[in-house]
């Protein structure tokens, strides 16, 4: 069975920062373009950051520039998603989701998701 897992989510003060992880079971995630998701209360899913089969990465939201990154550990098949300076509007449930593609862009089209881990922010 091909599952993705979502860890590292909680509650952390504005300015901190968290690792979310993006485990892969039943596939290899080397071969996967990875993006990271969000979507808050209310709000639509977005974009956040997608990492290519090489490890360039693409950022989908102007609101983490300088802020987030991603990076892939192939020898652990995981996918790491790091977040400083956190802001009370990066509240939200993250997911992360693999894609056949070798790319990223604006219409990589994701095959596998995650439940989801909740990150918020709020002191």
Same mark, same amino acid.
């Given at each position: 069975q091909l599952k993705l897992v979502e860890s590292g989510g909680g509650l952390v003060q504005p300015g901190g920062s968290l690792r979310l992880?993006?485990?892969a079971s039943g596939f290899t995630l080397e071969v996967y373009a990875i993006g990271w998701f969000r979507q808050a209360p209310g709000k639509e /899913?977005?974009?956040?950051?997608?990492?290519?089969?090489?490890?360039d990465s693409t950022n989908?939201?102007? =609101?983490? %520039?300088? /802020?987030f990154t991603i990076s892939r550990d192939n020898a652990k098949n995981t996918v790491y998603l790091q977040m400083? =300076?956190? %802001?009370?509007?990066?509240t939200a449930?993250?997911?992360?989701?693999g894609s056949r593609?070798?790319?990223?862009?604006?219409?990589?089209k994701y095959d596998?998701?995650?439940?989801?881990?909740?990150?918020?922010?709020s002191s």
């Open positions: 992880s993006c485990a /899913r977005e974009g956040v950051l997608c990492i290519s089969v090489s490890g989908y939201a102007d =609101s983490v %520039k300088g /802020r400083n =300076s956190l %802001k009370p509007e990066d449930v993250y997911y992360c989701a593609d070798y790319y990223c862009s604006g219409y990589t596998y998701w995650g439940q989801g881990t909740q990150v918020t922010v």
